[in-house]
Nanobody
Framework: QVQLVESGGGSVQAGGSLTLSCVAS????????MGWFRQAPGKEREGVAS????????WYTDSVKGRFTISRDRAKGTLTLQMNSLKPEDTAMYYC????????????????????WGQGTQVTVSS
């Protein structure tokens, strides 16, 4: 059974940094897409970043480009999101996600593509 467990969330002031980690157990698809999503209160869950380990490609939503970096350690089975220059609008519950199908075209940021989800870790950025 696939289990995704996030950690690393917390409270930080604007301009600060956090590193989110996701440990994937029971997930043997080391070349499949994985990603980070977030959901703020009253808003839809949105894609933040994704990575296609098979090709080393990454995708980012516009609002985090240049500030966030996604990486995958296939040997350790971990997914990381390095978040720098955090802003109050980054405040949300952050979820790790993994695809259950392979892709010939990459990942993108559509949540419907990802079949496995973690429970989330809260990130709060104060001004």
């Amino acid at each position: 059974q696939v289990q995704l467990v996030e950690s690393g969330g917390g409270s930080v002031q604007a301009g600060g940094s956090l590193t989110l980690s996701c440990v994937a157990s029971g997930y043997t698809y080391s070349t499949y897409c994985m990603g980070w999503f977030r959901q703020a209160p009253g808003k839809e869950r949105e894609g933040v970043a994704s990575i296609w380990p098979a090709e080393g490609s990454t995708w980012y939503t516009d609002s985090v480009k240049g500030r966030f970096t996604i990486s995958r350690d296939r040997a350790k089975g971990t997914l990381t999101l390095q978040m720098n220059s955090l802003k109050p609008e980054d405040t949300a519950m952050y979820y790790c996600a993994a695809a259950g199908l392979s892709s010939d075209y990459g990942c993108g940021l559509a949540k419907t593509f990802f079949g496995y989800w973690g429970q989330g870790t809260q990130v709060t950025v104060s001004s």
